[in-house]
Structure formats: C-alpha cells, structure tokens
C-alpha cells in the first residue's frame, strides 16, 4: 500500500477551495512545510507533522519540536528536502502545493523535483488554483477533468512513444512526442468511456517520460 505524503511549499498559495477537493488527503497524510509553506498550511488550517527549511522568505521563523532549520546555502532546495524527508518517511506518492507562481527558475526546478520523486519509484504532483502538474512514466492512465482547465503534454525525456489518447476533442493513437516540438499542447477533456458523469481523458504510452498539464483557461470550453 502506497504511503501519501502532502507537502506545502513557500510559492504561490491555493484557495481554500482547492484545499478542501484534498482534505482526505490531508487528514491521511504525512504532511512536511517547506520553509514558508507553513504559513500556508496554517492558514488552510493544517497540522504540519514536520517543519523544514531554511526559513529565508519567512516572515516569522517556527519554533517547536517539529521544525528542523537548515542553513541558507545548501545543495537541495527547500522543497527536495522535504521530498527526501517523505521518502524517509516511507512515502512514495506525494501531493505539493504552493509550489506555482513566482520565479520560472522556481517552476522549472520544482518540475524537476518532481522527476526525482519518479526515479525513486514515487508518483509526484503539483497542485494549485490555475494548474495541475504530474510527470508519468509508460503506462495508463486517466486524468480527471476539471472545468475551465485545457489540458497539455510534453515529453520530459527525449521522446514519449506509442502515445494514445482519448476522451479529448484532439484524440492520437501510437503517435511519438519529441522534446524539441510542442505538440501536445492545449487538448481538451471532451468525455469519458466508462459511461460516469464525470469526464476523463485517456492516456496510455510506452517508453519515455510524460510531463502533464492542466492550466486554468479563461473561457468557458
């Protein structure tokens, strides 16, 4: 059985209402702050079972049994600390929020996070208000939709190939994502298959890493 770890990182923060589709994973999970996270996670009302970082864009450092302060300069950020505090732990499926917005060297290292959550063996994603970010290797899979959310794939490796998707308005079938062309960008969750009110896209490939988005748009689709 998969342990699920929730991380809060110091980005930009989520609603409430985001926060409340996760509550059961709160209420489940071994739940790290990183660095100023912890305020988001007071904020959503939040029990942090680990506090971690080095506490340099805080307005107020934490204090208690439960924090551990690591100095300013230092190899891993804030938030593959606390990635590898959850694997320590015994997570391998992890949900970070707070880790959008703000600086794109930020994002793009936050990506990558999430690429070493998946060479461990683990499933990572991140979550916020305007996007939805999980990096899969091959094998099938079905991501919810969720409305006024286009939907995008990259290929974080070389190339994703045998790539089929449906349940979309631009379905493929055994087609190749390289990463030097955008192909797969803004699709849409048109319908599902299994005959459910709610609507699925279809994902299903056999070599390579898939990076998926789902960005806030600003019509209705």
Same mark, same amino acid.
């Given at each position: 059985?998969?342990?699920?770890?929730?991380?809060?990182?110091?980005?930009?923060?989520?609603?409430?209402?985001?926060?409340?589709?996760?509550? #059961?994973?709160? #209420?489940?999970?071994?739940?790290?702050?990183?660095?100023?996270?912890?305020?988001?996670?007071?904020?959503?009302?939040?029990?942090?079972?680990?506090?971690?970082?080095?506490?340099?864009?805080?307005?107020?450092?934490?204090?208690?049994?439960?924090?551990?302060?690591?100095?300013?300069?230092?190899?891993?950020? #804030?938030?593959?600390?606390?990635?590898?505090?959850?694997?320590?732990?015994?997570?391998?499926?992890?949900?970070?929020?707070?880790?959008?917005?703000?600086?794109?060297?930020?994002?793009?290292?936050?990506?990558?996070?999430?690429?070493?959550?998946?060479?461990?063996?683990?499933?990572?994603?991140?979550?916020?208000?305007?996007?939805?970010?999980?990096?899969?290797?091959?094998?099938?899979?079905?991501?919810?939709?969720?409305?006024?959310?286009?939907?995008?794939?990259?290929?974080?490796? #070389?190339?994703?190939?045998?790539?089929?998707?449906?349940?979309?308005?631009?379905?493929?079938?055994?087609?190749?994502?390289?990463?030097?062309?955008?192909?797969?960008?803004?699709?849409?969750?048109?319908?599902?298959?299994?005959?459910?009110?709610?609507?699925?896209?279809?994902?299903?490939?056999?070599?390579?890493?898939?990076?998926?988005?789902?960005?806030?748009?600003?019509?209705?689709?």
């Amino acid at each position: 059985m998969s342990e699920s770890c929730v991380i809060f990182a110091g980005g930009e923060p989520v609603s409430a209402e985001t926060a409340k589709e996760y509550k #059961d994973y709160f #209420d489940s999970s071994f739940v790290i702050s990183a660095d100023k996270g912890y305020e988001l996670a007071e904020r959503l009302g939040v029990q942090s079972d680990l506090i971690i970082g080095d506490f340099d864009s805080a307005v107020n450092k934490p204090e208690g049994k439960n924090v551990e302060v690591y100095p300013c300069e230092k190899d891993d950020t #804030d938030l593959m600390l606390a990635i590898k505090k959850g694997f320590e732990h015994g997570c391998d499926e992890f949900r970070i929020f707070g880790a959008t917005g703000g600086r794109l060297d930020h994002m793009i290292g936050n990506i990558q996070s999430l690429a070493y959550i998946l060479s461990q063996g683990g499933y990572g994603e991140i979550i916020s208000d305007r996007e939805s970010v999980k990096l899969v290797s091959a094998g099938s899979y079905k991501i919810k939709h969720r409305k006024v959310f286009s939907l995008s794939l990259f290929a974080y490796s #070389d190339s994703v190939e045998g790539l089929s998707i449906s349940g979309v308005k631009y379905s493929a079938e055994n087609v190749t994502l390289k990463n030097n062309f955008p192909l797969g960008i803004s699709n849409v969750i048109t319908d599902g298959t299994d005959g459910s009110e709610d609507k699925f896209a279809h994902i299903r490939f056999q070599k390579g890493i898939l990076l998926i988005i789902q960005s806030y748009l600003f019509t209705d689709l």
